[in-house]
């Protein structure tokens, strides 16, 4: 049984099963919120949400049911329990879809993760299309996700990677993308929509834009971006976006690639096996449509419930609730550090609400600490429960730009309040003293 005929035939359940939910939308109660939360105690301030965030209960009761109730392979088992696994992993597909405003369920393509998404595109859609001399643009806040694909395509193809640089206040050089446009080489605009380093948000929509009245394509790592801000691909008119699960308080081990649906049915399969086959003989093979055309094997099916389940949860809040709950605490955290002697906030010089006139950021903060290795910092952090990332977080173009090895970065999620930002101060002044 395949996604086509999910849409077009509900199959039969026991009575007390049931995929559709109506989703309430509730009022952001911060302390509420992290009552769900079973890993979120008063003993760990959990401020590394870019690299993971947190499951709710809900999300883990669900991935466990899967596991408890209906353990079983999708798409071709013709009883009772395989039957439920294929339309609880189907209707995940609906979820993103609807989620993210794809026209189309047959444009998601469920991969192990955003890094996967997007050597999913470099390795089908760019071998089959890209030649010798054609350039893909790239920006210079990107995860290393969105640069070592395209790099590995210049070793074997000859495509030109051309970059586009930063502001001081972390803004994307649009006059720059402008005269690379100009060239005419461009085939395809690959950025970030939100840096995981400095949380500067590109103008995405603007880019599509001029990337398509240039003749190229564009591809959104919204790895970042995913749980911050509302995510229409309608609307945003790219042609390919990516991000994680476990990024938007669902379990690892599932990406999500959107593609245009025109794009993927001419796109050669990524990797080959069972699932993705219309017919194999002893000489050749020929592919189904997608999605099932990209998901080869074994699918992540646990992974989908789980993810199905954290965008029920997450949907229950208006964007608009959780951005100004979000925007408050990194105003608060950036008056917080910025108060700390020898403290360097990169990227941006402030952060409040746009009607200030100082720009918006989102997601998370990196700074420096002179005479103190992030490192260091972070280790004495930990022991005190405060959980932060230190290192070049996969950006080393970007941390090259700012003339820094590595950086140290709060990043925050839905369930943080300002009493967690608090011990933040005190707990770097502590550390400060014991290395001097």
């Known amino acids: 049984m395949t996604c086509e005929d999910i849409q077009k035939k509900k199959l039969s359940f026991p009575s007390d099963f049931e995929f559709s939910t109506i989703i309430i939308i509730m009022p952001l109660n911060p302390n509420q919120i992290r009552s769900q939360f079973p890993l979120l105690t008063e003993e760990i301030t959990y401020l590394d949400s870019a690299a993971t965030a947190q499951n709710p209960q809900s999300v883990i009761d ?18 009772p329990i395989s039957d439920k696994a294929t339309e609880a992993y189907e209707d995940a597909r609906l979820s993103v879809q609807s989620f993210i405003n794809a026209k189309d369920p047959s444009e998601i393509i469920f991969t192990g993760g955003c890094t996967e998404s997007i050597n999913l595109v470099a390795k089908s859609w760019g071998k089959a299309n890209l030649k010798k001399g054609d350039q893909v643009v790239l920006s210079i806040l990107e995860h290393h996700s969105n640069i070592t694909p395209w790099q590995q395509l210049k070793e074997e193809i000859g495509i030109e990677i051309e970059w586009i640089d930063i502001s001081e206040e972390g803004e994307l050089d649009i006059d720059q993308l402008d005269r690379v446009l100009s060239k005419g080489k461009v085939k395809l605009v690959s950025v970030t929509g939100q840096s995981n380093v400095i949380g500067v948000r590109p103008p995405i929509k603007e880019i599509t834009d001029k990337a398509h009245d240039a003749g190229a394509l564009t591809l959104v790592d919204a790895a970042q971006l995913i749980a911050h801000h509302k995510v229409d691909v ?162 080393q173009p970007l941390h090259d730009k700012l003339g820094i090895p590595a950086s140290t970065r709060l990043s925050i999620g839905i369930y943080n309040n300002e009493d967690e930002i608090k011990k933040v101060r005190p707990a770097i002044e502590e550390a400060i003293k014991i290395f001097e």
């Open 62 to 79: 669900a991935i466990n049911d899967f596991y408890k109730t209906y353990n079983s392979n999708v798409h071709r088992g013709l009883y």
């Open 234 to 395: 309608q609307d945003l008119d790219c042609d390919f976006l990516a991000f994680s699960g476990h990024k938007l308080y669902g379990p690892t081990g599932i990406g999500v690639l959107y593609g245009n649906k025109e794009l993927l049915k001419n796109m050669p399969a990524f990797m080959t096996g069972g699932g993705m086959i219309k017919e194999v003989t002893k000489d050749s093979f020929t592919s189904t449509d997608p999605p099932e055309k990209f998901e080869a094997g074994t699918p992540p099916i646990a992974q989908a419930i789980g993810l199905k389940t954290a965008i029920e949860w997450l949907s229950q809040f208006k964007w608009k609730d959780i951005e100004e709950h979000e925007q408050g605490l990194l105003s608060f955290a950036f008056e917080e550090l910025s108060s700390i002697e020898r403290l360097n906030i990169i990227g941006v010089n402030g952060i409040r609400n746009p009607e200030s006139g100082i720009r918006k950021v989102s997601g998370c903060l990196g700074f420096t600490i002179e005479g103190v290795h992030p490192h260091d910092l972070t280790d004495l952090l930990g022991e005190k429960g405060i959980c932060m990332r230190a290192g070049h977080h996969c950006t």
